[in-house]
């Protein structure tokens, strides 16, 4: 079993920073690849980016690259997505999730998505 608990959001101007962390229970972390996924009002969740098991692979969404970075720290059991040069269109509720297989993370298969968090809520103010 694996808990995961996100934090670091908050509000911020366009064009600010933030980085999110996400803090996993268990003792099986390294074993997981991670991803994070977003929730605006009104919308869809939506995969942002995602992260192999040793962190040697990453993938974004057309959306996020270059603004956007994720990483893991397996020692902490923490997963962390950087988050630059933020637009209003980024305000979201910013879920992190784990699943054993990388290509339901990339996929968006929500459903089949092992373990998620509840989410932290990211303002963007124009």
């Known amino acids: 079993q694996v808990q995961l608990v996100e934090s670091g959001g908050g509000l911020v101007q366009a064009g600010g920073s933030l980085r999110l962390s996400c803090a996993a229970s268990?003792?099986?972390?390294?074993?997981?690849?991670m991803g994070w996924f977003r929730q605006a009002p009104g919308k869809e969740r939506e995969f942002v980016a995602a992260?192999?098991?040793?962190?040697?692979?990453?993938y974004y969404a057309d959306s996020v690259k270059g603004r956007i970075t994720i990483s893991r720290d397996n020692a902490k059991n923490t997963v962390y997505l950087q988050m630059n040069s933020l637009k209003p269109e980024d305000t979201a509720v910013y879920y992190c999730a784990a699943d054993q297989a990388i290509t339901t993370i990339v996929n968006s298969i929500y459903n089949g998505m092992d373990y998620w968090g509840k989410g932290t809520l990211v303002t963007v103010s124009s």
């Open positions: 268990g003792r099986t972390f390294s074993n997981y690849p």
């Open positions: 992260i192999s098991r040793s962190g040697g692979s990453t």
